[in-house]
């Protein structure tokens, strides 16, 4: 089928012969453009797609506990049990902490925060790296660490004085504190919309448990496994331990995260579909156009299997070159998507993405050539298959019935 004849008649019909009809021409030129614009747009959506799902495995989920052991009373000798926990197999670290929920308030603005308790000498490894990023450390009595988000809610600055209200619970009468800010923080994640960081001790004394941990926060070696682990470690462990895993609290953004990237996927697909069987269109005009011509290679002496051949090479070439661009558009997308970003949101003087409403304040990109490989692949297989078509219907030409006026 692809005889030396058929590959340079149908390379020149897709160098040189779009210039005998405009409509043919322009309707190849839409083609191309439209698997250009498909195979970019999937390369760049899918990269950052799994940027999103990379910033949760390796960002938020650093930050947050994969498995939370929560104590009914209270741990006491919260090293030793540290001691223990830590000794098992799917554990990679333990942190112990109190936390309380209350209303921060500064100049007649408030809040709704959660106050985490940590201790110096046992510090999460994702919160541990954001403080570094910012050299602070666990304040000390009476001291707090606040977002940035929470202090421009708030028009709060370091060593600038706030309260917090918590309210009665437990027996407990509702309380007034007043803390100083020693710094603030971002992590860049939803929790910036709520977390404000103070001592294990303090902490401990306002939640109703002193000189206690009220549980530990755990990392596990297999986050996807956390709720069989969860329960595998409560089994170990002395009566009055309960636990709740990172999919109760953060499990429905992976669920959306892995939904919006399938259907996005699917519907960006589609685009790509489409614009492959635009090929149909363009060939079938170029068959038409050069019915003549068949005729004529056909009294030349070429088969109808060399004629499938001329335009299944046309028709490829299209595709080749469309996906080529695609590809190259898509790659070059994904450097510089970030940076298209931060110039949006500093001519538009507004955030792109806010943690209100998304996971992360930033477009991540994980562009993966193993994804790029299969878009270009799948593209070029839909254009070839879209090419069989006109191709078959070109080689059904007669040459008596296109010649008899001639």
Not at 159 to 168: D, E, G, H, L, Y
Not at 349 to 375: C, H, K, N, Q
Request: charged share 15%.
């Amino acid at each position: 089928m692809f005889k030396p004849a058929s590959v340079f008649i149908g390379l020149r019909y897709f160098f040189v012969g779009q210039r005998s009809a405009l409509l043919v021409s322009f309707i190849s030129l839409l083609a191309i453009a439209g698997l250009v614009l498909g195979v970019a747009l999937l390369i760049i959506v899918l990269s950052v797609m799994n940027g999103f799902d990379r910033e949760l495995r390796d960002n938020i989920l650093s930050v947050v506990p994969h498995v939370q052991l929560i104590h009914q009373s209270g741990i006491e000798d919260w090293q030793s049990e540290r001691d223990n926990i830590m000794q098992m197999d799917s554990v990679t670290n333990a942190v112990p902490y109190a936390d309380a929920e209350g209303l921060m308030s500064h100049r007649q603005n408030a809040r709704p925060v959660q106050l985490l308790g940590l201790s110096a000498t046992a510090m999460p490894a994702g919160l541990a790296s954001v403080l570094t990023r910012y050299n602070l450390a666990i304040p000390a009595q009476g001291r707090v660490l606040i977002s940035e988000v929470i202090a421009d809610a708030l028009n709060a600055k370091t060593n600038q004085r706030v309260s917090m209200i918590f309210p009665a619970e437990n027996g407990r009468s509702t309380t007034v504190y007043s803390f100083i800010v020693e710094g603030i923080f971002a992590t860049h994640t939803e929790l910036d919309q709520s977390l404000v960081i103070a001592s294990l001790p303090q902490v401990a004394e306002i939640a109703g448990i002193p000189n206690r941990a009220q549980g530990f926060r755990l990392q596990v070696n297999d986050q996807f496994n956390a709720r069989n682990i969860g329960f595998e470690i409560i089994n170990q462990l002395p009566f009055g331990y309960g636990f709740r895993d990172w999919f109760q609290t953060h499990g429905n953004l992976y669920q959306a995260i892995q939904l919006s990237r399938n259907m996005v996927v699917l519907l960006i697909f589609l685009i790509v579909a489409i614009a492959a069987f635009n090929v149909i269109s363009m060939l079938m005009m170029s068959v038409m156009n050069k019915r003549k011509d068949i005729a004529v290679l056909q009294t030349l002496g070429l088969s109808r299997g060399d004629i499938v051949g001329v335009f299944l090479v046309q028709g490829s070439m299209i595709g080749v070159v469309g996906i080529a661009l695609g590809v190259l558009l898509g790659v070059l997308g994904c450097y510089f998507v970030p940076n298209l970003v931060s110039w949006f949101e500093a001519a538009l003087g507004a955030p792109f993405l806010d943690t209100e409403v998304y996971p992360i304040d930033y477009i991540p990109v994980d562009m993966r050539w193993t994804d790029v490989s299969m878009i270009a692949g799948v593209a070029l297989m839909l254009n070839i298959v879209a090419t069989i078509y006109p191709a078959l219907r070109a080689s059904r030409t007669v040459p008596a019935d296109e010649l008899r006026y001639e």
